[in-house]
Each structure stands twice: as structure tokens, then as C-alpha cells.
């Protein structure tokens, strides 16, 4: 099955800062490629996702990338602020087989 | 929370005992999800649906049932608790594969 992992596990930025977090997977059969945002308590949300006939998409101050090639793809989150802290998902899919990284808990410092 | 209502929210049980987990939807997605989650393992897919009645195991279904006898009810058993099952389960619905899931807000299940 496929095999997703994430790095890195924490990250630190200053507020105003960039943040990337980067995934890879195993499965050449993945052909969607979700983020999701876990906010302490609640569940995950999505805050963006790419297709594999993609390979950049963006949505105000979010960004992914993805490498078909290269198996690789990533989040960029530009101008971070106190609000984007939380903890980040990365997600590879075939269809019915969805695999998660194990997770990014970003903190944004004001 | 796209209409999901997870129920209980919190749960301690002994092990051994029979536990279920309810999921409920009000947004008659096809596609229904059980997930866990546990440190350093992201979520991991328990078993989904994809109709009433249509269910079909995921990467870690061992221990682990479900019904789903309604469009809007996915029910999760634990035939039969152990400290390993200790987790937060997340139910999720989406409309179809590789479409956006939408989460439950979790129930964290204590087996002790």
C-alpha cells in the first residue's frame, strides 16, 4: 500500500515568516494529493488539495507543489500568522486507499 | 462541522468490553469514514462505506466492525476492547473517492 511521510514533525517560525512542510509517497498510482488543518480539539479540515494533472496550485497565502516525478509534494504558507499555528496533514490517494503523513504541528510566534 | 455529529465525544471503557461508536450525517454524503489517530501515525483508515450497506475494510481493521443499515448512521464496534484500541476516532463523510472528507470533531476512547 502506499507510504506517506512528512517532514518536519514541528516547525517554528516568526510571524510574517514562510513555513514548507514536505511529503513523500511510494504509490506511482497516487493521483490526489489533499493538506488538512487540525486545530487543537476539533477535526481536520482541508485547506487545499492538488490532482495529479496539476502541479502548482494556490489560494491566497497557501500554496502546494507537487513532483510527480520526484514523488514529492508540499505546502507553503507565506506571511504566517498567529492563526495558521495548528497542526498540518498531508495526504497521498489512489482512490479508496487515502494514507496520511503522520503530521506537521506548525507554531507561528508572534 | 458539515453536519457530522460524532456520539460520545468521550469514553472510558474496560478491556474486553464491547464499545460502539456512532457517526451521524445530515449532509447525505455516499462515502463514510472511520479513522484513528495516535502520535506519529497521522490518521489511519479503520473501514469505510460507500452505500448502505456497502463497507470494506481499511489499513487497520483488525478488531474492528461497522454497520451502516441508514444513509445517514456508520456505526464502529469494538468486538472487544484492548489498551491498543486507546485512540481518537474520527468519523469522516465525503461525496466520492478523492474528494474533499469532512471530519467529525472526534471521540477519544480510553481503554483501560
Known amino acids: 500500500g502506499e507510504n506517506v511521510e512528512q517532514h518536519p514533525s514541528t516547525l517554528s517560525v516568526q510571524e510574517g515568516d514562510s513555513a514548507v512542510i514536505k511529503c513523500t509517497y511510494s504509490?506511482?498510482?497516487?493521483?490526489?494529493f489533499p493538506w488538512y488543518k487540525q486545530e487543537l480539539g476539533k477535526g481536520p479540515q482541508l485547506i487545499i488539495d492538488?490532482?495529479?494533472?496539476?502541479g502548482e496550485k494556490k489560494d491566497q497565502r497557501i500554496a502546494v507543489t507537487l513532483n510527480k516525478t520526484a514523488k514529492h509534494f508540499s505546502l507553503h504558507i507565506t506571511e504566517t500568522q498567529p492563526e495558521d499555528s495548528a497542526v498540518y496533514f498531508c495526504?497521498?490517494?489512489?482512490?479508496?486507499?487515502?494514507?496520511f503523513g503522520a503530521g506537521t504541528r506548525l507554531t507561528v510566534k508572534p | 462541522d458539515a453536519g457530522i455529529t460524532q456520539s460520545p465525544r468521550h469514553k472510558v471503557t474496560e478491556t474486553g468490553t464491547p464499545v460502539t461508536l456512532r457517526c451521524h450525517q445530515t449532509?447525505?454524503?455516499?462515502?463514510m469514514y472511520w479513522y484513528r489517530q495516535d502520535p506519529g501515525h497521522g490518521l489511519r483508515l479503520i473501514h469505510y462505506?460507500?452505500?448502505?450497506?456497502?463497507?470494506d475494510k481499511g489499513e487497520v481493521s483488525d478488531g474492528y466492525s461497522v454497520s451502516r443499515s441508514k444513509t445517514e448512521d456508520f456505526l464502529l464496534t469494538l468486538e472487544s476492547a484492548t489498551s491498543s484500541q486507546t485512540s481518537v476516532y474520527f468519523c469522516a463523510i465525503s461525496t466520492g473517492w478523492n474528494t474533499e472528507a469532512f471530519f467529525g470533531q472526534g471521540t477519544r476512547l480510553t481503554v483501560v
Open positions: 449532509e447525505n454524503h455516499r462515502y
Open positions: 462505506s460507500y452505500g448502505v450497506k456497502d463497507t
Open positions: 504509490d506511482s498510482a497516487s493521483n490526489y
Open positions: 495526504a497521498a490517494s489512489s482512490g479508496n486507499d487515502m494514507r
Open positions: 492538488i490532482r495529479s494533472n496539476v
